[in-house]
């Protein structure tokens, strides 16, 4: 409380101060937002309400444009605002009862949590209110937002984006809607300084869309918490407080089933009868071209397990059943998981199991680590992670689960005797090593076995390189370039590449035994072996079927490797270094000159590489365009703290945390990132007052 205390003696004495700007005045309980030079938010305010006010302010000033579009889509409304583009997502919604359940979830959160939520809409409104030339015209239509604004976009983007997006459940399974993540806690018996330390970073898409990362710090009675979360939630998902830090990763949580009905008559069979489909007539509006608005109505099926689709080919019907819907409280849960200060009370929180998937990682002042494969997993009788991804037999009650699991079922490791827990997005078995959890003490829809991508394996090694790590080493560690599928696989392909009398082979042979095995901007070697990796493990690099040795859980930090045919491998290397030339111009061509860190009119040579190919600093390029490529997803929002006294923190917003067209934080941290360097996070009063950029009095 000592920080809190000295944070609202502060506050008091500034309301004598004249702010640069003022917000409307409100009934939220005052305060003020504190802009540093970063476009960060620092938000300063009297009562809980008020932080949720200034934190929509905030939001509205940095993403307004983006922001409220989408709110307009989690409306189910944005094909009525914007067009036919957006009309088979509305339909989605509109037959998942989006819109509906989000006036019921609004309904069951607790009284303060309404106003909460209320008070978001309300600082989203303010803002744009006050200044209406800085929202795009075509927006402005979805204003002004309530609290059920606020609730239904965080259950289209957690239930029906994260888990079960039309997309997933009607064409791939398989699709990641949820991007990828890295994430560290080091205990103190692995600490040189004796301290815990946490690593944050997502890896989720750079175009401005529901994903992007938006940071913040929070102040409010208690809750004083720094982080990132993304835009349109009004909580942080990803954060820090004095006591205590959590973080998440994409896991591979199966929250949704698909059920294959069998059609009779005018029904469906269902144990041994023959059941009639509920049905009900919904509708949804579009804009034309000529500006008028059409309703278009259908009649939504459905069957004792959910509502009925047909899938793309036309002739399959099925089912859905998505686990989470009669659990409203993520945003408190994450609200509750910020406010705690010590294991005991975190640990509370995360039983509540609203959360709907990620792993959590997590590290306190107290020494504790944690990670958890969390999430709401369906019960079932038997079957794997595979067979339960797919649709299954819709004709009978064995396949219809009734619960989920509890927080006490899943996959956990809290306390290793090893110092640390990791995960980049690979199944919970290895989240420390030596390993302590065992696939066969968990039922086999939990997580896949394996394969253990590269870039886990590498998260390993990084974590068990020395016996002890230091802050400084923490962030050296992170900020790797080394690709571990390099460093395992190429000394076989040079060696089989030795005796080839082909001049290009020899030299790509030299050029490929000069490299250091890094994607750094000077790198010539570094976009000739990723072209040859990928026809060598095609499928983004995770195709095993030219590896002499295949992943293993017996061996799972040095398998997969070897090639199984020598003499094929060298062929692929004469294909690729074609095919370098042909998308790069040369086959040495430097690794930055065409992978850019391009944003507006910043571009700079870029760092990074595919981490399934081993790269811890994980960059997913998009194809060459213009002469240069750029990332498509990766490197985002990254924290680095040490629990010690004064706590250490570090991180960068890689796109910048301002997508408002016009302002100087979309890019400004680009720089930064292609140097490898993490700003220092301002944290207290005191730091934050000396790089005010603007003031915000509300």
Excluded: C
């Amino acid at each position: 409380m000592r920080h809190m205390t000295i944070w609202l003696a502060a506050l008091a004495a500034s309301t004598a101060m004249t702010a640069s700007v003022a917000a409307p005045s409100t009934k939220w309980g005052g305060g003020e937002i504190l802009w540093d030079s970063f476009g960060v938010p620092h938000i300063y305010a009297r009562t809980e309400e008020g932080g949720f006010y200034g934190f929509g302010y905030a939001q509205a000033q940095s993403h307004g444009d983006l922001l409220l579009r989408i709110y307009g889509e989690s409306r189910a409304r944005a094909a009525e605002y914007w067009g036919e583009k957006y009309e088979a997502q509305d339909k989605w919604l509109v037959a998942n009862d989006v819109p509906e359940r989000s006036i019921l979830w609004f309904k069951q959160q607790t009284p303060q949590m309404r106003k909460n939520l209320d008070a978001f809409a309300a600082g989203v409104n303010a803002y744009a209110a006050a200044h209406p030339d800085r929202i795009a015209p075509e927006v402005k239509v979805v204003l002004p937002l309530s609290g059920v604004d606020i609730i239904a976009h965080a259950q289209r983007l957690m239930n029906f984006g994260y888990i079960a997006s039309d997309r997933k459940v009607l064409a791939d399974p398989s699709i990641n809607e949820a991007g990828g993540s890295n994430a560290w806690a080091v205990a103190p018996s692995r600490s040189a300084s004796g301290k815990a330390m946490l690593l944050a970073n997502p890896h989720l898409p750079w175009a401005p869309s529901q994903l992007t990362y938006y940071e913040a710090q929070i102040n409010s009675p208690g809750l004083a918490i720094y982080g990132a979360t993304q835009v349109g939630l009004p909580v942080l998902r990803f954060g820090f407080n004095n006591d205590l830090g959590f973080t998440n990763t994409v896991n591979t949580m199966q929250g949704f089933t698909s059920y294959k009905l069998a059609l009779e008559g005018d029904g469906y069979r269902f144990d041994g009868k023959i059941l009639p489909f509920k049905s009900v007539t919904k509708s949804y509006r579009v804009k034309q071209a000529d500006g008028s608005v059409k309703t278009v109505s259908f009649v939504q099926k459905s069957t004792v397990h959910g509502p009925v689709f047909t899938l793309p080919d036309g002739k399959t019907s099925i089912a859905l059943k998505v686990a989470g819907l009669d659990r409203p409280g993520v945003l408190e849960q994450y609200l509750d998981m910020g406010k705690a200060h010590d294991w005991t009370g975190f640990e509370k929180a995360l039983r509540k199991m609203q959360v709907v998937m990620f792993n959590i990682i997590y590290a306190d002042r107290a020494g504790h680590i944690l990670y958890l494969d969390n999430g709401l997993l369906p019960k079932h009788a038997g079957g794997d992670l595979k067979y339960w991804s797919a649709p299954v037999p819709g004709d009978t009650s064995a396949t219809l689960w009734k619960d989920v699991h509890s927080y006490d079922d899943m996959p956990k490791v809290l306390d290793p005797a090893s110092g640390f827990v990791q995960n980049a997005n690979d199944p919970p078995w290895l989240a420390t090593w030596p390993r302590i959890l065992d696939p066969k003490a968990f039922p086999a829809y939990v997580a896949p076995v394996g394969p253990m991508s590269q870039r886990a394996q590498m998260s390993v090694k990084l974590m068990t390189k020395t016996d002890k790590i230091g802050f400084d080493d923490f962030i050296a560690r992170k900020l790797t370039t080394t690709s571990l599928m390099a460093e395992r696989i190429l000394p076989d392909l040079l060696a089989a590449a030795a005796g080839s009398t082909d001049a290009d082979v020899q030299t790509a042979v030299t050029l490929l035994r000069g490299w250091d095995h890094r994607f750094e901007p000077d790198s010539r070697a570094a976009l000739l072996f990723e072209t040859w990796a990928l026809l060598f493990s095609p499928k983004n690099f995770t195709d095993q079927s030219n590896y002499a040795v295949k992943w293993t859980l017996d061996d799972p930090l040095e398998t997969p490797r070897g090639l199984k045919d020598p003499v094929a491998a060298v062929t692929l290397l004469k294909q690729a270094i074609a095919r370098t030339k042909d998308l790069y111009g040369a086959v040495d061509r430097p690794y930055g000159e065409v992978s850019r860190f391009h944003i507006g009119d910043v571009s700079v040579p870029a760092n990074g590489g595919f981490g399934n190919t081993g790269v811890f600093r994980t960059i997913t390029w998009s194809p060459m365009k213009n002469g240069e490529r750029t990332p498509v997803h990766g490197e985002t929002w990254v924290s680095m703290v040490e629990f010690s006294t004064p706590m250490k923190a570090v991180g960068l917003m890689s796109y910048g945390n301002s997508s408002q067209p016009g302002s100087r934080h979309n890019s400004d941290q680009l720089q930064l990132l292609a140097d490898k360097k993490f700003r220092t996070l301002w944290i207290t009063r005191a730091d934050v007052e000396r790089h005010v950029e603007e003031k915000i009095g509300f």
